[in-house]
């Protein structure tokens, strides 16, 4: 093994890279943890229901608007690893902030903001008045998070993973402590206290978050780089990203009508959220890989201790899960966790069971996304996107039609038969960037 080598197998032996994943991990969990808390505020306050309606119209408009700008972390990762690369990424992230706030302002701010909720969303009058001025004071919204993962993408490449978590803490902090302040007083609405309380939180978790990548925004500026990014070129490899981003959003409300076409579909309605909510929890830990990939993966050594490591994470989540699933653990968490009894419990547990390898697998994807976002063939991801949800579409359907089974099986099925096309399509579009790397790793090796 060549002395360079056995550099990069010190630098990423499993512990470091451990060391390295665990905040990124507790910063997912975090934000997972935080997700529900402003819909728990609302559901203290008076007239819940109309509230809750409001809050989550007003989440589902900016989460559209928000969509494009979901891929800066990972830009962010691999561009800022020169001064050139990062000062580029930077005005392309402002310039991105800038045109989603002036659509929400065209969308929040004027007249239009009415039709679109009473016509277009068919909104009754009440739930369209308590939605107004969530979204009036949503018009910022959509930037916080942008601005807030250009600055982690920085962080995450220079090696400054613990201050992402710090940052996270303090946006957590200030979320419990708005919505505590506003459900002790009542001094707003509903919906419009956990609209305050979550632009508070993600400005709090911007601000920190520039200001804790400052040491590595240094040393972004510090690294010389040859490489030129052209408008073009920027173009080229971002737009695939954010439309990977907006089929995904789009695609979410598929599983939810074929479920609901299920013969068993009140029961089924019921229990797929809490088989969604503990997923994505537990889903979310891996949510940091795609990143730690662009920032890791250098050679065959670098991506052979990757895959190690993802194997030993990916697989411990997912051991984590099916516990949770096949043992009396998992009738506590969704009985004494999430309220759910009976047989919307029975039918919760069927649905975790066969959501088991879902974190393995999430995780093997994520660690080829990182890859090809690192060479840029981000094309190729937004092409296993396509064929995931095509593939989860055909399954869900096409089981729906035989019929006789129950819809969260239907849809666990669906859900991870897309999951395992999505990574057999990344598999074949990454083994051009894979077979260069394992040629080096032999001859490191030899």
Request: hydrophobic fraction near 55%; include cysteine; proline fraction near 6%.
């Given at each position: 093994?060549?002395?360079?080598?056995?550099?990069?197998?010190?630098?990423?032996?499993?512990?470091?890279?451990?060391r390295?994943?665990?905040?990124?991990?507790?910063?997912?969990?975090?934000?997972?943890?935080?997700?529900?808390?402003p819909?728990?505020?609302?559901?203290?306050?008076?007239?819940?229901?109309?509230?809750?309606?409001?809050?989550?119209?007003?989440?589902?408009?900016?989460?559209?608007?928000?969509?494009?700008?979901?891929p800066?972390?990972?830009?962010?990762t691999?561009?800022?690893?020169?001064?050139?690369?990062?000062?580029f990424?930077?005005?392309?992230?402002?310039?991105?902030v800038?045109?989603?706030?002036?659509?929400?302002?065209?969308?929040?701010?004027?007249?239009?903001?009415?039709?679109?909720?009473?016509?277009?969303?068919?909104?009754?009058?009440?739930?369209?008045d308590?939605?107004?001025?969530v979204?009036?004071?949503?018009?910022?919204?959509?930037?916080?998070p942008?601005?807030?993962?250009?600055?982690?993408?920085?962080?995450?490449?220079?090696?400054?993973?613990?201050?992402?978590?710090?940052s996270?803490?303090?946006?957590?902090?200030?979320?419990?402590?708005?919505l505590?302040?506003?459900?002790?007083?009542?001094?707003?609405?509903g919906?419009a206290?956990?609209?305050?309380?979550?632009?508070?939180?993600?400005?709090?978790?911007?601000?920190?978050?520039?200001?804790?990548?400052?040491?590595?925004?240094?040393?972004?500026?510090?690294?010389?780089?040859?490489?030129?990014?052209s408008?073009?070129?920027?173009?080229?490899?971002?737009?695939?990203?954010?439309?990977?981003?907006?089929?995904?959003?789009?695609?979410?409300?598929?599983?939810?009508?074929?479920?609901?076409?299920?013969?068993?579909?009140?029961?089924?309605?019921?229990?797929?959220?809490?088989?969604?909510?503990?997923?994505?929890?537990?889903?979310?830990?891996?949510?940091?890989?795609?990143?730690?990939?662009?920032?890791?993966?250098?050679d065959?050594?670098?991506?052979?201790a990757?895959?190690?490591?993802?194997?030993?994470?990916?697989?411990?989540?997912s051991?984590?899960?099916?516990?949770?699933?096949?043992?009396?653990?998992?009738?506590?968490?969704?009985?004494?966790?999430?309220?759910?009894?009976?047989?919307?419990?029975?039918?919760?547990?069927?649905?975790l069971?066969?959501?088991?390898?879902?974190?393995?697998?999430?995780?093997?994807?994520?660690?080829?996304?990182?890859?090809?976002?690192?060479?840029?063939?981000?094309?190729?991801?937004?092409?296993?996107?396509?064929?995931?949800?095509?593939?989860?579409?055909?399954?869900?359907?096409?089981?729906?039609?035989?019929g006789?089974?129950?819809?969260?099986?239907?849809?666990?099925?669906?859900?991870?038969?897309?999951?395992?096309?999505?990574?057999?399509?990344?598999?074949?579009?990454?083994?051009?960037?894979?077979?260069?790397?394992?040629?080096?790793?032999?001859?490191?090796?030899a």
């Amino acid at each position: 093994m060549t002395q360079g080598a056995e550099q990069r197998e010190r630098h990423l032996r499993q512990r470091d890279l451990l060391r390295f994943f665990l905040p990124l991990g507790a910063s997912s969990l975090l934000m997972s943890i935080g997700q529900p808390l402003p819909v728990a505020a609302v559901g203290r306050l008076p007239n819940q229901a109309v509230m809750l309606a409001a809050l989550g119209v007003a989440q589902s408009l900016v989460q559209l608007i928000e969509g494009p700008g979901v891929p800066i972390l990972q830009t962010a990762t691999r561009l800022s690893a020169d001064a050139a690369g990062a000062m580029f990424a930077r005005r392309f992230m402002r310039r991105l902030v800038f045109a989603m706030t002036a659509v929400a302002a065209v969308l929040f701010l004027t007249p239009v903001r009415r039709p679109i909720l009473t016509g277009v969303m068919g909104l009754p009058p009440e739930t369209a008045d308590a939605a107004e001025p969530v979204l009036m004071l949503f018009v910022i919204f959509p930037a916080l998070p942008t601005w807030r993962q250009f600055y982690q993408g920085v962080m995450i490449r220079h090696g400054y993973s613990d201050r992402v978590a710090l940052s996270t803490i303090g946006r957590l902090a200030v979320l419990v402590a708005v919505l505590a302040s506003l459900v002790a007083t009542g001094a707003l609405p509903g919906a419009a206290a956990a609209a305050v309380a979550s632009l508070a939180a993600q400005a709090t978790d911007a601000s920190l978050g520039q200001t804790l990548a400052r040491p590595a925004w240094r040393r972004a500026l510090a690294i010389g780089g040859t490489k030129v990014w052209s408008a073009g070129r920027m173009w080229r490899f971002y737009a695939p990203l954010a439309m990977t981003g907006l089929m995904v959003v789009a695609a979410r409300p598929m599983l939810i009508a074929g479920i609901g076409r299920a013969g068993d579909a009140s029961v089924a309605l019921a229990a797929w959220p809490a088989v969604i909510s503990i997923v994505n929890m537990v889903v979310n830990l891996t949510g940091m890989v795609q990143s730690m990939a662009i920032a890791k993966i250098e050679d065959g050594p670098s991506l052979r201790a990757m895959v190690r490591f993802v194997l030993t994470i990916g697989g411990a989540i997912s051991a984590l899960l099916a516990m949770a699933a096949f043992t009396p653990v998992g009738r506590v968490l969704v009985t004494g966790g999430l309220g759910i009894v009976g047989p919307v419990a029975d039918t919760a547990l069927i649905g975790l069971r066969l959501m088991a390898p879902v974190p393995l697998v999430i995780a093997g994807n994520e660690l080829l996304r990182g890859m090809l976002v690192r060479t840029e063939r981000t094309p190729a991801i937004r092409l296993a996107t396509m064929a995931s949800i095509a593939s989860s579409a055909t399954l869900l359907f096409g089981l729906l039609a035989v019929g006789g089974l129950p819809g969260v099986l239907v849809g666990a099925i669906a859900y991870v038969g897309g999951l395992a096309l999505e990574f057999a399509v990344l598999v074949i579009r990454s083994m051009p960037v894979i077979r260069p790397l394992c040629s080096q790793a032999r001859a490191a090796g030899a």
